[in-house]
């Protein structure tokens, strides 16, 4: 099955600073990478996707890129503030599955 | 309802004991999954139902647990004998169906077992 790995575990960045995170997939049937952010006792709610097709993907502040051939792909943060302190997990979804494989989660803090 | 709904949000039981965990997705939505998430750790699959049949429990720790989704819309995750450790939030998440994308979560079921 797909096994996701997510680097790196804690992440404290000032505010303003940028804030990179990655993930590996090992399925290359794999198609569909969405990111999802966390906050302390609160749902996952989704911030951002790709899919196979597309190498990047960019919503504001907040940019994915994909590099198929690694099956490794990165959440981009620019210009963080502290409202995006939370935990962020990625995600992977094979065509051929029906469901998601998540990331260990890294915790995010934007200090001031 | 307007989002995935979970009752209780709250379960404390003992060793032993059996416990329902109830989950509304959003209404339309045909695909409903369950995931545990432990203290640091992402979402780990549970099992995944579409429509009424479950379609994959591949994630069933063991034959303690057991789910239904008898009517195609509300679903409830069992736990027979419950162990310390399944201690754990229980997410229920709902989607438009199968591999389309966006799963909503809903804001789970923290089970600590004493």
């Known amino acids: 099955g797909e096994n996701v790995e997510q680097h790196p575990s804690t992440l404290s960045v000032q505010e ?7 993930c590996t997939y090992s399925d290359s049937a794999s198609n569909y990478f969405p990111w999802y952010k966390q906050e302390l006792g609160k749902r996952p709610q989704l911030i951002i996707d790709i899919r196979s097709n597309v190498g990047e993907k960019k919503d504001q502040r907040i940019a994915v890129t994909l590099n198929k051939t690694a099956k490794h792909f990165s959440l981009h943060i620019t210009e963080t503030q502290p409202e995006d302190s939370a935990v ?9 599955a029906s469901k998601l494989t998540f990331g260990t989660g890294t915790r995010l803090q934007v200090t001031l | ?15 032993g004991k059996y416990v329902e965990l109830r989950c509304d997705p959003i209404s339309g939505h045909t695909a409903l999954y ?3 998430q432990s203290l640091g750790q992402g979402p780990e699959f549970l099992i ?3 429509g009424t049949g479950a379609a994959d429990d591949s994630g069933l720790p063991n034959d303690r647990f057991f789910a239904v989704r008898p009517e195609g819309s509300v679903s409830t995750l069992k736990i027979q004998r419950t162990e ?7 997410l229920c998440a709902s989607s438009t169906g199968a591999n389309t ?10 089970l600590t077992v004493l």
């Open chain 2, 84 to 90: 310390r450790g399944d201690s754990a939030v229980y």
């Open chain 2, 48 to 50: 995944y139902f579409q």
């Open chain 2, 101 to 110: 994308g966006e799963l909503f979560f809903g804001e789970g079921s923290r």
């Open chain 1, 88 to 96: 962020y997990f990625c995600a992977a979804l094979a065509g051929t």
């Open chain 2, 1 to 15: 309802g307007a989002g995935v709904s979970q009752t209780p949000s709250n379960k404390v039981t003992e060793k």
């Open chain 1, 16 to 22: 303003g600073d940028s804030a990179v995170i990655k």
């Open chain 2, 34 to 36: 369950w995931y545990r």
